[in-house]
């Protein structure tokens, strides 16, 4: 959910925090990674959002709360995170440390810091890893 939440702020998406905690609960792929786990999440995303267009409350199921949506922000919002999973399957696939970092950099901004040390000062708001596409931290 954080990883969404820190690109939609960067990109300035406009998907409100509960829209994208219900998408991320709804869609949740569990894998061996964090790096898989998001990029087969937001693909689980991507096909419940095409399929059904409509996002229902999990308490008042009767309630979509997609509805006032209309099907050009279906459509640019599907677009947006369709780029977003591109990009970080090109991070991954990457050999280079520094290609990799221009492509994360450019998907969560300052958010994304190359560090090989975790500060605890700003951990609610930095990605930190290790390595490139390898172990991440919000």
């Known amino acids: 959910i954080k990883y969404i939440k820190a690109w939609k ?3 300035d998406v406009k998907i409100t925090g509960i829209i994208i905690s219900i998408l991320v609960v709804n ?3 569990n894998a061996d990674n964090e790096v898989d786990s998001l990029i ?8 419940d959002l095409k399929e059904n267009k409509k996002l229902l409350h999990p308490i008042h199921n ?9 099907e050009s922000k279906l459509d640019d919002t599907l677009k947006k995170l369709n780029d977003f999973k591109e ?15 221009e492509i994360l950099i450019k998907l969560f901004g300052d958010r994304f810091k190359k560090n090989k040390k975790s ?15 390898g172990s991440w931290r919000i």
């Open 9 to 11: 702020d960067f990109k």
């Open 27 to 29: 869609n949740f792929e």
């Open 40 to 47: 087969e999440t937001l693909k689980n995303i991507i096909n």
């Open 87 to 101: 990009k970080l399957e090109l991070a991954k696939e990457s050999d280079d440390d520094d290609e990799t970092y």
């Open 119 to 133: 500060d605890s000062r700003d951990s609610n708001k930095v990605i930190i890893i290790d390595k490139p596409i």
């Open 62 to 70: 009767e309630e979509n709360l997609i509805s006032k949506w209309s």
